[in-house]
C-alpha cells in the first residue's frame, strides 16, 4: 500500500467541484464524531481516485473519482461538511 498524502492532495481535483477552500473546511466523521480539517486527514490515491480517511477511526469519510463521463464525489462517511466564511 502506498503512503498516504495529506488532504491537500484533493485541492486541484475539488477545485472543480467547490468554488470554496474546501481543504480549509471541517469535516466531522459519521462513525466517530471526530472532527479535522480536512487539509490535515490522509487521503489515499490511485489511478482510479481518491479517498479520504478519518485520522480517528481509519473511516472513508468522502470518495472521489473522475471518468472522461463524470466527477462523482461520495459523502456518506461524513457527518457534515464546515466550510469556513470567505474573506
Known amino acids: 500500500m502506498n503512503e498516504p498524502l495529506d488532504g491537500n492532495a484533493l485541492a486541484g481535483p ?3 467541484v467547490f468554488t470554496v477552500e474546501v481543504t480549509a473546511a471541517t469535516v466531522v466523521c459519521a462513525g466517530c464524531g471526530r472532527a479535522e480539517v480536512v487539509a490535515a486527514a ?3 490515491g490511485a489511478p482510479m481516485g481518491f479517498v479520504l480517511r478519518c485520522p480517528g477511526c481509519g473511516d472513508a469519510l468522502l470518495r472521489y473519482a473522475e471518468t472522461p463521463n463524470a466527477r462523482t464525489l ?5 457527518a457534515t461538511l464546515r466550510i469556513p ?3
Not at 74 to 78: F, K, L, T, Y
Open 14 to 16: 475539488l477545485s472543480g
Open 42 to 44: 490522509a487521503v489515499y
Open 74 to 78: 461520495d459523502m456518506r462517511g461524513i
Open 85 to 87: 466564511p470567505v474573506g
